[in-house]
Structure formats: C-alpha cells, structure tokens
C-alpha cells in the first residue's frame, strides 16, 4: 500500500464523525421520533391537550443507545449541554428546560453530568388566550444533542415537531408518557428555602446549607452539582458532615476558581438521600456547628456512579487505553513530523533485509529503543506532573536546550549518512556494513530513540484518549499505556523484521544502498534545519546565531575525525585529525552551552498575524468569552512550532483566502493558543477538553457551553462546514 493511500485512510479515520453530522442535517420535521445511529428523540407532551390562556408542559424525549450518553446543563470536565431552539405559532412562548437531576459519569478520570437510557427534558409553554379551541399548536424544535461514548463525540442535531391540541377544560394526562414527565417534574430540583453559604479557605470550599428540608434531619449521602463549570475541581470526591446547624460539604476549587478565586454566588444542585433542590451560595462564613459531639461524617461520593463510564483505573479502562495506544502508535508512523526518522528506518532495514539473523537483530533492537525511551519520556512527565508542574506531552521540545541538543544530534546522524564520519568498523562494501554506520544493533536501538524523540511531539487519532487516560491513572498503569504507544510506533518495522518473506521482497544489496544512504541524509538535514527554526522561536537571534556556530563547528569536528579514522595507520597526520576533531567537538558544546543560556526576549503580547487566511489573534479565556458575548462564533487553534502536524494543517487548511472569506460571512473570531514554549494556560485548558498535546483545534458557537473539537487532521472543507453548523 503506497504512502498516498495510506494517507487517504487515515484522513478517512480522523474525518468520520464529520459525515454522521451530516446525515442529521438533513432530517425531516415530520411529528414522531426521529433518529440517527445513537439517539431517538419526539416532542411529546404531558396532557392530552391545552387550554387556551394556559401552560402546557411538552419534554424532549431521548431515547439513548447503549454505552452513549448525553449532558446536563453544566456537562462537567467534557462535553456540552442539549440545546433546543424553537419555531412557535405567534404569542406561543417556550420556557427553559426543567433539568433533571443528571447522573455522574466517572471517565477516565473525568468526571462528566449527563443522562443515559430514557430521560425526558421537560419545558413549559404558555398558551396565548387567543388560540382558538378545536384547534392545534404546531410546535417545532431543533434539537442539538452532543452524543459521547467513552471513545467519541458526535454532535447530533434533529428536528422534532408536535401538533398539540387545543381544548377547553382541564385536560387528562397524556396515556403514553404523560405520567413519566410528570415524575420527573415531581423530583426535578427546585428552590426549597435552604440558606448556603461558601467560601475559599486554605485551597478548599466549604459549602454549609441548613434549614428548609435540611432542618432537624441527617440528610445522608450528598452530593453538590454547581450550575456553572470550572466552580469546583468534579472528579475530587466531595466529603462532609452533618451536625445540629446544617450540612458541611468541603469540595476541590475548579481551576476558575483557583485561578481568580470566588467572583459571586455559587448557584447549583444539593442532591441528598431525600431528595434534591436547587441553592444558591452566597459567599461568607459556612455554618460551624458541624464539629462538635454527633457530627456525622458523609462520604458524599460513596452514592453510587451513574451508568455509563468506568473508574479512572479500572481494567476496562486500562485495557481500552492500552488498545488505543498500540493504534496511535500505529497510526503515528504516518504523521508528518515522523516522515525523516522513516528514512532511518528504511536505511537499517535495507542494510540487512536479506541477513535474517541481522535483520531480526535490528528488529528487537529497533523496538527495544523505542520502549525504553518512551518509558524515559514518561516517567519524566509523569514526574513533573506529580510535583505540580503544568506540561503536557511533547514537554520536552518546550525546553531550548533539549531542541538545540536535538538540532545537533540530527545533524550528527546526516553527516554520519553523507559519509563524513562513521562509527564503527571501516567502511565497508555496500550491502555489508549498516548504512546507519553504528554498529548492529547498537544502531537501531538509537534509531528507535530518535524516531521517540522526534515523533513525541505528534498527536494522531486514539492517542487523545490513551494519553489523556494514562495522565490520570496510577503510575504502574501509565507506564503501560505509553509502552502500548512505543509497541504501536515500532510494530511495523518490527514485523517486517520478524517475516522472512517480506524481507526476501526487497532488493539485493548493490551499489544503490550507498547512494540511498546519502539520499536519506537530507532528511535529516531537514530536521536539523526544522530544529533550530524552533530554537530561534524560543529564544531569539542572539542564540540561534551561537547555535549556528556550534553546527559549524560539529560540523568540522567531524569531518575531522572522518579524516582521522581513515587514517588506517594511526600515524601521526591521524592522530592530529582526531585531536583537532576532539578539540572542535568539545567547542561546540562550549557554544551549545552558551547559545542555550542565551537569555529570551521578552515575552509581550502576540502580535495578530495577517495574510491570505483569517486575522488571529491570541488565545486566552477571556477572549474567548468576550466574542461569545457578542454573539460571535471561535475557531481555536492550538499549535506549537515544533508540531509538524500543526504547521502542515495551517499551510493548507487554516490559512486559505476560502476560510477567510467563510469566517467573515459568519463574524468569526480565530485565536491562536501557542504552545511552542510553556504555558501553563494553554496546558490546563488542553487537559480539561483530555489532551495532552497539540494539535488541538475547538469551535465555539454562541449558546453552547462547551466547543466542538474538529479532526487533528484538517482540510479547509472540514472547517468550513463546521463554522456554518455553528452560525446555523
């Protein structure tokens, strides 16, 4: 399968969900259930019909499919909340969703509020005096439902119709689903005259409630659903106590709160072993009678997890995190920024396809550099996390010094294959000696290193779910994911290693293996180049000009030991041309040294980048709620200089004078959130959407509360298409 081809089906993978929006685009507004793959849902009403001057009350009936779930009106850590926007006959009006209590959905160490199964979103609608009895309503909605299972998110729009009659008189309950609306009215939360005060103290909220319902009585088991998201950290478990003055819960600050502490009220849903209502928490002292003889301790998370998601560290988890890493390991090999280590790959697989003993040698080795440094990666990351550091995958190309080391080393590799240098044996016939000119399977273990070290930075489909699940699991189980990563990425190369037949298949050893092996140089001079590019992006000219030096001076230093080693005698012209090419090396370390303590410029605002795409500016949160404010919809693009993958989608994709055009037509806003070097922003706003790297690309509509995340693959169309469904 040639690489066309297999690019094609990877687009095909990374653009799937695009399509099954597309197919509810088009759905008819005939009245009844209508459906896509994971969801049916009617507009059904609770009587048998409506009295003019009064309200009737109709719900959106979902009907969920198994091991999918949709939202409450805070979603929680993913996810956004169904939206309904109505058509109405004139002096009609429709109220706001009656939510019911959600269930808890614990994923992968998120922790999400939505529903699954049958649930009915019930909404009142005033019924003008004027409408005329013998009659009907004809009420229409759009709904918009965001679809999740613990692998995908699918935006699902339908159009659901109702014909409600108008009689006089007080109506009966509508026989198929009037009293199952009526239930959930009559255990929906409401205001039950609870007093609640919170406040932040010491890195924790305390929420104190009393009176009301809560008066005179243990409540049991609680649990606290705020309104608004990023109040309270949701997966942290929420414990309290129970005591003569009221109910204690001491809840985890979401980052909105850690990072500007309480603004106002905190509205949200109390949810005890009697029932739920609605609070608002006003800031001030909780209640303080709770610590006294008879207070009871309450394991507010004890209550059991809704249906539908597995514990952070379970082994269903793991083993799906496991699985989804050996496919983004597999489908890594195909992203851009790992292309020239392929070439590597291709050289040391040539230099011993026809040696099956060799070649199986390398194989192993190949896969023993691969594992062994994506567990050096990992355990440095999840390190850095464990001592509170903010970074994410691809951590490593935010420090200056490890890029310009790395621009060094692959420059190192393309003189070691334009034969300035080798190490090792002598030269040898072509097809006899390692192309790589490292010695046998010392050579591919470093291949596999570097293919590591230069593919990390790249995200590719079914990492976002892997990565975002290993960062939340015990160490143990991390470690597995990222070696289930490692076996992915090395397992092609691996097996055609391992399979005598596949390697017959490739050509005899010749002549050509040493001009391929000076072809595959410029790769890797590419990389260097790439390499340093991002170097004077963190840093600036000063350095990237020391940089420059110390290349010069590898560069030299090199060929001088080249001219040293083919000095077959060791003589005394040998032994000048090794300690003039030591005496080099050690010189360009000295200016890599002092090219990456080259102090910064100063970092100021981000400049707006004009051209033939759309205007950016930078990201941050407060712009993007500032154009959602205005009604205006935001493309977020979050990008690195060091993400291949990023730069080739903004050449192609996000940089056309048609999306520029689209996003003009619709008031769009474009933020750029770059990650090139550490920001600790962007890094918690990759984690709460479950990345762990870039690319990430968000699309916000106004009214939703939570973006959609587009294909890390992009084209123009794609784009596109999704800002119209976010004006529409």
Same mark, same amino acid.
């Given at each position: =399968? ?33 459906? %896509? ?56 009006? !429709? ?15 998120? =922790? ?27 009420? %229409? ?31 009966? /309950? ?10 959930? /009215? ?19 909220? %305390? ?55 309480? %603004? ?41 997890? @809704? ?44 230099? +011993? ?45 935010? +420090? ?9 080393? =692959?420059? @190192? ?18 097809? +006899? ?10 050579? #591919? $273990? $470093? ?18 779910? @892997? ?12 470690? /597995? ?12 190369? &691996? ?17 050509? =293996? ?7 140089? $410029? ?23 020391? /940089? ?17 080693? #083919? ?41 707006? *980048? ?9 990201? +941050?949160?407060? @712009? &993007?709620?500032? #154009? ?5 919809? &935001? ?8 993400? &291949? ?72 169309? *794609? ?6 469904? !976010?004006?529409?």
């Amino acid at each position: =399968m040639n690489l066309f081809v297999r690019v094609l089906i990877l687009l095909a993978l990374c653009l799937w969900p695009v399509p099954a929006m597309a197919q509810t685009a088009g759905q008819t507004t005939a009245v009844g259930p209508q459906r %896509t793959e994971r969801i049916e849902a009617e507009l059904v009403p609770m009587s048998a019909w409506a009295a003019p001057g009064s309200t009737a009350v109709v719900a959106v009936k979902q009907t969920i499919k198994p091991d999918w779930h949709t939202y409450w009106r805070n979603p929680g850590d993913s996810g956004g909340a169904t939206t309904l926007t109505w058509t109405l006959p004139g002096g009609v009006r !429709a109220g706001d969703i009656v939510w019911p209590v959600p269930e808890r959905q614990r994923i992968s160490g998120l =922790m999400n509020y939505g529903y699954s199964g049958v649930v009915y979103l019930p909404v009142p609608v005033e019924v003008p005096a004027s409408a005329r009895p013998g009659t009907s309503l004809p009420l %229409t909605v759009r709904a918009l439902f965001l679809v999740c299972s613990a692998e995908m998110c699918v935006p699902d729009e339908l159009t659901l119709r109702l014909e409600l009659p108008v009689r006089e008189g007080s109506a009966p /309950l509508d026989p198929r689903h009037g009293a199952a609306i009526t239930r959930v /009215l009559e255990n929906a939360p409401g205001p039950a005259g609870i007093e609640a005060r919170i406040v932040l103290e010491n890195g924790v909220l %305390t929420l104190g409630a009393a009176g009301g319902p809560l008066a005179g009585r243990d409540p049991g088991p609680s649990y606290f659903f705020p309104f608004e998201g990023g109040v309270i950290d949701h997966p942290a478990p929420q414990t309290g106590e129970w005591g003569p003055q009221g109910l204690t819960l001491r809840l985890q600050p979401g980052g909105e709160t850690r990072a500007a502490g309480l %603004t106002g009220p905190v509205g949200g849903v109390l949810v005890t072993a009697h029932g739920a209502w609605e609070i608002r928490a006003g800031q001030g002292v909780a209640p303080a009678g709770t610590t006294g003889s008879g207070a009871l301790a309450i394991a507010a998370d004890a209550t059991p997890a @809704a249906s539908g998601g597995d514990s952070g560290t379970g082994l269903a988890t793991l083993a799906r995190a496991v699985l989804f890493a050996i496919l983004g390991g597999l489908i890594l090999n195909l992203m851009p920024c790992v292309f020239p280590i392929l070439a590597m790959k291709a050289a040391s697989l040539a230099a +011993s396809a026809h040696d099956v003993r060799h070649a199986r040698r390398d194989g192993l080795a190949f896969l023993a550099g691969v594992l062994t440094t994506f567990l050096l990666l990992a355990g440095g990351l999840l390190a850095l996390r464990a001592a509170g550091e903010a970074v994410g995958w691809g951590f490593q190309l935010q +420090s200056p010094p490890v890029t310009a080391g790395l621009a060094l080393l =692959m420059l @190192a590799v393309a003189l070691n294959l334009s034969s300035v240098f080798h190490i090792g044996g002598g030269l040898q016939g072509a097809g +006899s000696g390692p192309l790589a000119r490292l010695p046998g399977g010392l050579g #591919a $273990f $470093f291949t596999g290193a570097l293919a590591v070290i230069v593919a990390a930075p790249c995200t590719a489909p079914f990492m976002a779910f @892997a990565l975002g699940a290993a960062l939340v699991m015990p160490w143990p189980m991390a470690l /597995l994911v990222f070696l289930g990563l490692g076996l992915g990425l090395a397992l092609p190369f &691996v097996a055609v290693s391992l399979t005598p037949g596949l390697l017959a298949r490739l050509p005899r050893p010749g002549p050509w =293996m040493e001009r391929l092996k000076n072809l595959l140089a $410029f790769p890797m001079y590419a990389t260097a180049l790439w390499l340093a590019w991002v170097f004077s992006r963190q840093t600036g000219a000063e350095a990237l000009g020391l /940089l420059f030096v110390a290349g010069l001076l590898l560069a030299l230093g090199l060929w001088l030991v080249g001219c040293g080693q #083919a000095e077959r005698g060791f003589g005394r012209r040998g032994v000048f041309h090794l300690t003039a090419g030591v005496a080099a090396l050690l010189l360009a370390g000295a200016a890599l040294i002092l090219a990456a303590r080259a102090p910064a410029p100063a970092a100021g605002p981000a400049a707006a *980048v004009e051209g033939a795409g759309p205007t950016s500016a930078p990201w +941050s949160a407060t @712009a &993007v709620e500032a #154009a959602l404010a205005e009604g205006r919809p &935001v493309l977020v693009n979050f990008t690195a200089d060091w993400c &291949v993958t990023c730069k080739i989608n903004e050449r192609t994709s996000l940089s056309s004078a048609g999306l520029k055009n689209a996003m003009a037509q619709g008031n769009a806003v474009y933020l750029v959130g770059d990650w090139t070097r550490r920001d600790d922003a962007i890094t918690a706003e990759l984690q709460r959407h479950g990345r762990s790297g870039v690319p990430l690309y968000l699309l916000y509509s106004p009214g939703s509360p939570e973006p959609r995340i587009l294909p890390q693959l992009l084209t123009e169309g *794609v784009v596109i298409d999704a800002l119209k469904a !976010a004006e529409s």
